[in-house]
């Protein structure tokens, strides 16, 4: 077991990197090089680092670290285009990675990434459970644990970059299990390594940010230089059922929310996607559509409609697909641009917290059980 007092090199933002190898009295090009070595050559071994001298790598041996967390189970659905890790973290807690291909032409079901691919993006977790809550969603049920810290969200990205190479990841999305804005600090400090061009270099327009109305945060967001994209989690028009599926609302209430989305569309010229996933009998009507239109009505926009997966512990329902599609024709004749999230895109990015919630641990021996099945995939063979 490694020691908790290792520094993890990827939780140090650039002032913190430059003062330590300061205090170590090295000269402060060492700082770039670092920079390099983790996060464009993505080592996760400090004697790999060959162009630092021999001592200071010794030293970093002795009291620093990279974070680069264990890979406990791995599924990937049918096609091949989409990858779910459950990550071990230092702690042995553990958190939900994914990525997700998108292919021209997807021709293959192997770990192989197929023909044509031109956008791999990452989804990535900000806590180990949620404080939010929602009463749909199986990181909400499961409670919450902790935040993460900035290493442990880069990490993932690092994780994945590593498999993919030598082709690039094109986008991060902060949409796995946690509410990315409830520690902003914490979020900003891994949005700005990964955008950093001396670091990740990953421009910000291909980054977005989910959130369920953290409106404070949401203000901080606007106030950044950074164009990060916006996605606010909405499920509900009207706030008596959004004080039930999103229980942020009670604090944050939609008033609150859409002036402050309103406010980052202006101020950003970035349009704001809004997700809302349709649960069969409970927001899905043609009123719920246009109470839904109404209020986005002449705000630079764009609706993601989740047709939703449902959790074992949840009475929540898909909606049947006819009215997932008479949905998206109300908002779509009131001009608001609106799409379907993809069916492998349901098992994925919005089941966030699924796969952890079916690899429990078992009583006799304490280990994780392997998975069996998750709906719609596969279990991968584990590649390393
Ligand atoms: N906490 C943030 C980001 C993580 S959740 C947020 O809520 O926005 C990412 C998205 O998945 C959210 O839109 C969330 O509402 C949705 N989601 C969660 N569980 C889901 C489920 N079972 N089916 C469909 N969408 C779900
Ligand atoms: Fe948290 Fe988002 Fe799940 Fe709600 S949907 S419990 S905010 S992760």
């Known amino acids: 077991m490694r020691s908790k007092q290792l520094i993890d090199l990827l939780d140090l933002n650039k002032t913190k990197l430059a003062g330590l190898l300061q ?39 002795a009291s620093a670290r990279i974070g680069t967390p264990r890979a406990i189970a791995e599924t990937a659905s049918a096609d091949g285009l989409t990858r779910k890790s459950l990550l071990q973290l230092d702690d042995g807690q553990t958190v939900e990675a994914v990525l997700m291909l998108y292919a021209d032409a997807p021709n293959s079901p192997q770990l192989e990434e197929p023909r044509g691919v031109h956008r791999r993006t990452v989804c990535v977790s900000t806590q180990v459970g949620c404080p939010i809550g929602c009463p749909f969603c199986a990181t909400g049920q499961a409670g919450f644990v902790r935040n993460l810290t900035p290493g442990e969200i880069i990490a993932q990205v690092l994780g994945f970059a590593r498999e993919v190479r030598p082709a690039a990841l094109t986008n991060v999305v902060l949409m796995g299990m946690g509410e990315p804005l409830w520690q902003f600090d914490v979020t900003w400090q891994a949005i700005e390594s990964l955008t950093d061009s001396a670091r990740f270099g990953m421009g910000a327009r291909r980054i977005t940010i989910s959130t369920a109305g953290e409106v404070r945060g949401i203000e901080r967001m606007a106030r950044e230089p950074l164009p990060i994209n916006l996605a606010i989690s909405l499920h509900a028009a009207d706030d008596e059922l959004r004080d039930v599926l999103v229980p942020l609302n009670r604090k944050y209430p939609l008033r609150d929310v859409m ?32 109470a839904l239109a109404q209020m986005l009505h002449g705000l630079l926009c764009h609706v993601n409609l989740i047709p939703l997966n449902p959790t074992a512990a949840s009475p929540y329902k898909r909606s049947p697909r ?30 966030c917290g699924q796969l952890r919630q079916v690899t429990h641990k078992s009583p006799v021996t304490g280990r994780n059980s392997q998975i069996v099945s998750v709906q719609g995939m596969t279990r991968l063979p584990r590649s390393k």
Not at 272 to 279: D, H, N, P
Not at 340 to 350: D, L, Q, S, W, Y
């Open 322 to 351: 006819a009215r997932v599609l008479a949905f998206e024709r109300v908002l779509r004749q009131a001009r608001i641009p609106t799409t379907v999230r993809v069916e492998r895109g349901i098992e994925i990015a919005a089941g």
């Open 23 to 61: 205090a170590w009295g090295e000269p402060a090009y060492r700082a770039a090089q670092i920079e390099r070595w983790l996060y464009r050559e993505l080592v996760t071994d400090f004697a790999a680092m060959t162009n630092l001298p021999r001592g200071l790598r010794a030293r970093l041996q």
């Open 259 to 290: 002036r402050a989305a309103r406010a980052y569309a202006e101020r950003t010229r970035r349009r704001v996607t809004f997700e809302y996933a349709l649960m069969d009998g409970v927001n899905d009507r043609a009123e719920d559509a246009r």
